[in-house]
């Protein structure tokens, strides 16, 4: 990708709140659309996942793939709803917001907080702010300083097979469970997320007993685990890719974090629909007041605000499991290996 200067983009995009300002009213007949054709497929496809486990369960595991994607699209909407973005009622946001957490299984305003919060503190590097709805990464100065056993836990964390295998479903499980961020504003998130939990294990203990443990297991937990690996995927993607955008507080800066903080993720037209336009993703940061069926309008009438993002399309983001350490000297993601070569002999 072409180098930018800052002062460039800032004085390119001077007008951004102006551009932007136009697509943030959300459109209630897109909206009911929107509802109808990911919670009706997902529905479908869940009853004939039901079925299919008499006939093979080789059959209900491919089912379970295609329905992880409208799962997506269902929690499209919850995110949504967590920006008040997906309909003007703040009431109707939350209402379908909570009731989508019942198939994300995440829970709706906690989740919703600690997202908000990383919209507000994108790319900057102190830990208070890192640490809150992001991957964890180190910076290579962090990584010198660690004694071998964290290294190597560290290592073991960001090999690929264990942090798109299994951290997913651990935060899915554990993470989503208990509130581990602790700060004084965020009491009443927690109870709401209490409630969430024990609302949605009510729900799981009622399908068990209805459809049988068994079954009801055997469908749900492949769907959510594929979805969490897709949903860890993307964002892995939207904000640790090689030329990504990190600063130290006092150095952040909103525009810069949103335009080149997060890519343009350019995919096949129907994986754009299944993850509600997501891949829009520097401009969802731009305004997350842009509900994602307007996301795609927007970067088509303002190409402007493309022009330093960064693109990246499937086969490209693949090399995104080498980023490993952030290298504030080379303002990028680097691998292990350019660790080595750069640093460990030196």
């Avoid at 072409?2 to 959300?26: A, R």
């Avoid at 974090?257 to 037209?269: C, D, E, F, N, R």
């Avoid at 994986?271 to 305004?287: C, D, E, K, R, V």
């Amino acid at each position: 990708m072409k180098s930018f200067s800052e002062q460039e983009i800032k004085d390119t995009l001077q007008n951004w709140k102006e551009i932007i300002s136009k697509y943030q009213q959300p459109d209630t007949k897109k909206a009911i659309i929107q509802i109808s054709n990911s919670f009706g497929p997902f529905f479908l496809l869940w009853i004939l996942m039901y079925f299919s486990l008499s006939w093979s369960y080789w059959i209900t595991i491919g089912l379970a793939f295609v329905n992880a994607f409208f799962l997506v699209r269902i929690f499209i909407i919850q995110h949504d709803c967590g920006h008040q973005s997906f309909l003007k009622s703040k009431k109707w946001n939350n209402s379908i917001g909570f009731i989508c957490s019942f198939f994300s299984s995440i829970p709706y305003k906690y989740w919703a907080k600690v997202h908000n919060h990383h919209h507000g503190h994108n790319g900057i590097l102190e830990t208070k702010h890192r640490d809150i709805g992001d991957i964890k990464f180190l910076t290579v100065d962090e990584y010198v300083k660690l004694p071998k056993w964290r290294k190597l836990a560290y290592r073991i964390f960001r090999m690929p097979v264990f942090l798109f295998g299994f951290v997913p479903f651990i935060y899915l499980a554990v993470s989503n469970r208990y509130a581990f961020i602790n700060m004084k504003s965020w009491k009443k998130i927690k109870s709401s997320q209490i409630i969430n939990n024990l609302s949605l294990a009510a729900m799981y203990l009622s399908l068990c007993w209805l459809l049988g443990w068994k079954q009801f297991l055997m469908i749900q937990l492949p769907i959510i685990f594929i979805f969490s690996i897709i949903a860890f995927w993307f964002f892995y993607v939207q904000h640790q890719h090689e030329e990504t955008y990190k600063q130290w507080q006092e150095n952040w800066d909103f525009l810069m974090a949103s335009i080149q903080g997060a890519t343009y993720y350019k995919l096949p037209k129907l994986f754009q629909w299944l993850t509600g336009n997501i891949g829009f993703h520097h401009i969802h940061h731009l305004s997350s007041l842009i509900p994602n069926y307007q996301l795609e309008k927007c970067f088509k009438e303002n190409p402007i605000l493309n022009k330093y993002v960064t693109t990246i399309t499937f086969s490209e983001s693949l090399s995104c499991i080498h980023n490993k350490l952030w290298d504030q000297k080379e303002q990028r993601m680097i691998s292990f290996k350019e660790y080595r070569r750069y640093y460990k002999a030196s």
